[in-house]
């Protein structure tokens, strides 16, 4: 299987705990994105990589979140002192430069469903 | 940002053609119209887009009106494996060229009766 891959899949954990994703893209994709989706919801952006660099953050990140991609390839998402409003569906998505005046196609993993208690 | 809105919910039959509106008058002149699809338990996956004209391709066709404030998925001949929340997506750019936030709205939510 060469999609885009995201562990845990699930993840249960307590108020206050910090937690730690982890994002594979397709192998020869530079960039990579993280949304996150809460219940009935479409996903909201988060954050994007270009290779390692961390390019572009949205305000949803808060301080308690960090995203690293250490060499551009895999990446992680940490929260950390969870709070139960951090419950909801963790996408990771990767892509590559498209040619000029071509549109890039975001490709999704599963996701990492968390719920805080 | 410029946003999308569509039905909550449809439905149709199995085989039966499937028509998925989409409105999205605050669009600009270079911004695609993107459709994505989530099936169950699933990340969403990359239907079709386009900009000023009709698109087709082996999932689906999609129409675009003259004055682009709406377009429509057209699903010919739908299966029970089409069943699930579809969104048509405009796109903002980040900061380097090509790159693209995806911003969804809350989808149609397609169920097909066998």
């Known amino acids: 299987d060469t999609g885009v891959s995201q562990d845990p899949r699930h993840k249960i954990t307590k108020r206050g705990q910090n937690v730690t994703f982890r994002c594979d893209p397709i192998?020869?994709?530079?960039?990579l994105y993280w949304y996150r989706q809460t219940l009935g919801q479409g996903p909201e952006f988060l954050t994007y990589?270009?290779?390692?660099?961390?390019?572009?953050k949205s305000r949803l990140l808060s301080d308690r979140f960090s995203a690293e991609r250490p060499k551009g390839s895999f990446s992680t998402l940490e929260i950390q002192r969870t709070e139960q409003g951090d419950s909801a569906m963790y996408l990771c998505?990767?892509?590559?430069?498209?040619?000029?005046?071509?549109?890039?196609?975001?490709?999704f993993g599963p996701g990492t469903r968390l719920l805080v208690l | 940002d410029a946003k999308t809105t569509q039905p909550n919910s449809m439905e149709s039959n199995e085989e039966e053609p499937v028509h998925l509106p989409c409105n999205h008058s605050?669009?600009?002149?270079?911004?695609?119209i993107h459709w994505y699809r989530q099936l169950p338990s699933q990340g969403p996956e990359y239907v079709i887009h386009?900009?000023?004209s009709n698109v087709n391709n082996r999932m689906a066709s999609l129409a675009i009106a003259e004055d682009r404030k709406s377009s429509t998925l057209i699903l010919h001949r739908a299966t029970l494996r089409d069943a699930a929340v579809y969104y048509c997506?405009?796109?903002?750019?980040?900061?380097?060229?090509?790159?693209?936030?995806?911003?969804f709205g809350q989808g149609t939510r397609l169920t097909i009766n066998p």
């Open positions: 998505a990767s892509s590559q430069p498209s040619p000029p005046g071509f549109q890039e196609t975001q490709y």
């Open positions: 192998s020869e994709h530079n960039r």
């Open positions: 990589f270009q290779n390692e660099a961390q390019l572009e």
């Open positions: 605050t669009i600009s002149g270079t911004d695609y």
């Open positions: 386009g900009l000023t």
């Open positions: 997506i405009l796109t903002i750019p980040l900061s380097i060229q090509g790159a693209q936030k995806l911003v």
